[in-house]
């Protein structure tokens, strides 16, 4: 959501920080519109190539975008530049330790959160021991589900503990998280940092599992070798639908059923996310 804020109190607020230097009349950028975000918005580096970091007025370059390959740009301010007849929308990105900043030409950066690595294709993950949900047919593997936490840690994406309560209070009580019942969990557990409105469910129970587990062949049994791909391609759906949804927070479900000796297994996945 965005607060608007008029130009003649941004030029107002400019000349009173002083910033109106010789460099804005030889430039001759001049901001037409600008806008601050409520809720800053997480972008990451387009490319490797280099792009600079500006002043409001275009006149110095103050970071290379180059020199921040795994950085997440908080976006809190957006305007639009115009060079004679031309015009362009700007982003005004922080670093998250709040040392660097400045505006930047809104193509050279996305949506989304920074990959700080590419996830490796083989997991590791030796899928042998169940732990059975009692009563529901379902299991989950420890090892599986530790690796997926610890990679989405480590591309920035962290477990949100009252998320996880909710979760884990839907699943006890065999709950679907439809919006009334999430609204219900909420309630029940107390969260008051919770809200249905702040609160975002993704379900999906993938067809092909076999094929995220090998790729080329289709073949369970890699899984229980630790040469299966699971682990990896569980991590990116996620940060898929995180990025999609500008969020960092989650808490996760994932209930296996079928048989992996068989190649029948299956999985519903239940993602919360904090928007």
Known sequence: MLKKISLLLAIGAIGVLGLSTPAA??????MVDHSTYVQP????NRDTRTHYLWSWNHGTKLHNLRNYPHTTWKVTQTALLKHG???ARYYYVVSANGRTSGWVWHGFVTAGT????AAASVDGVYFTSKSYYAGTGRYSNAQLEGVVTQRLHDDGFAVNNDLAMVNDYNWSNQLSPTPSQLAQSIQALHRKRLT????GVITA????LAHWIDPQHGNEQLEVTGQGQLASHLVSWVE????????TQYSLYDGFSGEISQNTLHVQ???YYLK
């Open 25 to 30: 009349a030889k430039t001759r950028y001049t």
């Open 41 to 44: 918005q997480n972008y990451h």
């Open 85 to 87: 007849r031309k015009a």
């Open 114 to 117: 920074a990959r700080k690595r």
């Open 196 to 199: 249905p409105a702040n609160v």
């Open 205 to 208: 129970t993938p067809a092909d």
């Open 240 to 247: 898929q639908q995180l990025t999609a949804h500008h969020a």
């Open 269 to 271: 996945l239940i993602l």
